[in-house]
């Protein structure tokens, strides 16, 4: 990997294994033509530097940056849109932001000590269950990223369908956004925001009633640092995404209802209007999650596919 950065102290504390930041000696080291305009709107006229790490010297690419004015996610998507903009395998990073966002465009909190993260893929084959893959390859990819964590083992849990809850406070969440030509994927791009440092200050609601971080959760907030748990989550995103493409999609789905929070709890399930009020489509026990992520509920014949969710108890 090679890393792009702004700000050799947020790049040092991120990637400590980098020892060596050079100048980049020149904007055509930026190929291709999307990264180049990617990287020029993330780094404006800032001096930019370049660091390899010595136990990871593949081909992909990194851009990190200590605070973007603007969605890296929704950038990403766009530049995705164009064949063979950007590489396969991007990451952008950024310590802090305006105008993040989880799904439907609700905000995110990117505080200073959290990590927000987008990566890029361009599987270009045929994937089955693409959409339901790459949610489930987020979500998955997060929790096992935490296990490890000094304190944490088996805590993280998946609130349907794209929440982390630690002890029932949301911890992280993610977006996704898939560009097919029938079954055949062309570009993938998730999105991340995790609370590493710092707790975001969020106003409670139904859906999202408590906030945590790991630095509150963890029994060594030493061990649990932002460094550490990029290494994680890239290290397990990576593994997962093999596994997607070489499709393991079936194990990924089981480990995601495994350490689901929702199975056997009662839930009430509203929809999701872009404006306006929203109404209750459904609730009860949720007696199991299907396939397409559906959720089946006790004494209800037909599974819920769309909408928010609170838990009751």
């Not at 029938?182 to 969020?202: F, H, S």
Request: glycine share 10%; proline share 7%; aromatic share 6%.
């Amino acid at each position: 990997m090679v890393i792009y950065t702004d700000s050799e102290g947020f790049a040092r504390k991120m990637f400590p294994e980098v020892e060596d930041w050079r100048p980049v000696p020149s904007p055509a080291v930026f190929q291709p033509v999307g990264l180049r305009t990617l990287a020029a709107r993330l780094f404006r006229d800032n001096d930019v530097l370049q660091g390899v790490p010595g136990d990871d010297p593949g081909g992909r690419t990194a851009l990190c940056v200590s605070h973007s004015p603007f969605s890296q996610f929704d950038l990403v998507v766009e530049l995705a849109g164009v064949p063979d903009t950007l590489p396969d395998g991007l990451v952008c990073l950024a310590g802090s932001g305006e105008g993040f966002h989880g799904q439907r465009g609700r905000p995110w909190a990117a505080e200073p000590g959290n990590l927000h993260l987008t990566i890029h893929w361009r599987p270009e084959r045929v994937l089955s269950d693409q959409g339901v893959g790459f949610a489930v390859l987020a979500a998955v990819s997060v929790v096992e990223s935490l296990d490890g964590l000094p304190g944490l083992s088996a805590r993280p849990g998946i609130k349907w369908v794209n929440d982390i809850l630690l002890d029932s406070a949301t911890v992280a969440g993610f977006v996704a956004h898939i560009q097919s030509q029938e079954d055949l994927v062309r570009a993938a791009v998730l999105g991340i925001g995790l609370n590493v440092e710092t707790l975001p200050r969020v106003e409670p609601s139904p859906f999202v009633p408590r906030v945590t971080s790991l630095a509150a959760s963890c029994s060594d907030p030493a061990s649990c640092g932002q460094g550490v748990v990029l290494s994680r989550l890239l290290s397990r995103l990576e593994a997962n995404y093999r596994k997607l493409c070489g499709g393991k999609i079936r194990a990924l789905k089981d480990l995601y209802r495994e350490r689901s929070v929702i199975i056997g709890r009662r839930v009430r399930i509203l929809s999701d209007p872009l404006s306006g009020a929203s109404r209750e489509l459904a609730s009860g026990r949720v007696s199991g999650i299907g396939p397409g992520l559906e959720l089946y509920l006790d004494g209800r014949s037909e599974p819920v596919t769309r909408g928010r969710l609170i838990l009751l108890d």
